[in-house]
Structure formats: C-alpha cells, structure tokens
C-alpha cells in the first residue's frame, strides 16, 4: 500500500475496496474497473512505473 495516496501498488484499489471485494456485485466490480483504470493513469508515475 502507498501511504500517501492509500492505494495498493499493484492493483490501485483501496484497502476498503480490497476487502469489499467479494460483496460486490457484478455492476459495483464493473464501475470499480473504470475508477481503476483512471486512478492508475494518475498514479502511476508517483510509484515510479514504468
């Protein structure tokens, strides 16, 4: 997990998110997916990727 932003390195989702998971249904996994896929763009340099 990064401390500053609260994100897991590898996947980006939030400690909550992580753990909330498996409750989700198909559409809350789905919207999830687009959060991620934005939040890693913005991320992805501060954790020094690639």
Known sequence: MDSESGFCKGCFRTLEEICNWS???ETERENLFLKLKI?????VSKFNYE
């Open 39 to 43: 939040r890693k763009e913005e991320n």
């Open 23 to 25: 409750s989700y249904s």
